[in-house]
RNA sequence: GGUACCAUAGCUCAGUAGGUAGAGCAACGGACUGAAAAUCCGUGUGUCCCUGGUUCGAUUCCGGGUGGUACCA
């Protein structure tokens, strides 16, 4: 099927070098780029999650960066909406926009959709999370396990979030989360080209400590400093931010808290990797090749 | 220089009354549908410092090296 309208991915681990990438991108394409970070969307998350700098911010126009509060709610559902609405009123005077970034499950879901379950109805999490409190983690899976069987036999039954929402969304539809959980791809009125941005490990894995090291040069502990009284948020359970709490609350020291955030940058890294790494529709390049994300680009563009 | 103690996984250490070894952390692999930088699952990766001796068999016991730590000079 031909498209005239072109949507790029680009995506990658953390600093794998993507936010640079991507204003090269923009500017050769004459492009715009809407932000795939689940935690650069926060205002408040400039330096623990290296968001783009003003001077980046400048050199081409960004989307969906910034545009949250912490004490706002926000889910993918909703990303999805925005984002698509984005790229609707670019597509008006463009043929290409770029969405980068490194949260695996929101670029999916602007790529291919979501299935129509309901919004979280908050006085009911609060209710079942209660409960989970009091009566543990069994619990919870023996009320799974009884009212969608098929759910509890193939799911993850030691991940409370996962299970709780099954429940809450059993409760509020009354029907099985296994039936309302189709996965059903949802076309898209434009044409998807996936680009990845790969580095060695040891090389991506230096990049994170040096990176680390930059942040607590730039003020990450006074950022966080500002933000402690908001830890509870959901926003803030964020690496970079949760360990610096542990550092004001004395349960680490500051030497502690840093080798942790390098720790669970790693990690996050990692899992990103194992994410991306099973979508076969992504082609891989060095973040120095720009030249040759271009080629690919354009020649994908035109098949 | 002398004496004592120590040397086992990437790190900190346990252990084997002689039958080639296991914890924590780190690391590695994976899952993922409105909390996703979240949450969860799985995996020991090892010249037991080197070298002789005793023994059917030594990481373990004995001797000698080497390295480290502490104390005494």
Redesign the pocket.
Known sequence: MMHEKTLVILCGP?AVGKTKSAIALAQHFKSVIISA????FYKELVI???APTPDELAQAKHYLTGHLSIHDY?????YESDALQIINNEFKHRNLVIAAG?????LDVLCHG????P??NFSL?KEL?GKLQENGLTWLQEEVKKYDPAYYAET?I?????L??ALEIIHITGKRYSDL????LQPRPFKIIKTGLFRE?EILFNRIEKRTDQMLAQGLEKECRALYPCRHL??L????Y?EMFHYFDGTYNLDQAIEKIK??T???A??????F??DAAITWFHPDDTEKIITHIRKTDSE
């Open positions: 953390t970070d689940s935690r650069q623990g999650t290296a926000y889910n993918v559902s909703m490194g949260s695996g499950l929101y979501i299935d129509n379950l919004d979280v999490r999370a993850d030691n991940n409370h979030k996962r709780l929402r959980r189709v996965r059903e490990r959901n926003a359970n964020t690496v970079g949760k720790v669970n790693r990690r996050y990692k899992r990103q990797l194992t994410w790494k099973r």
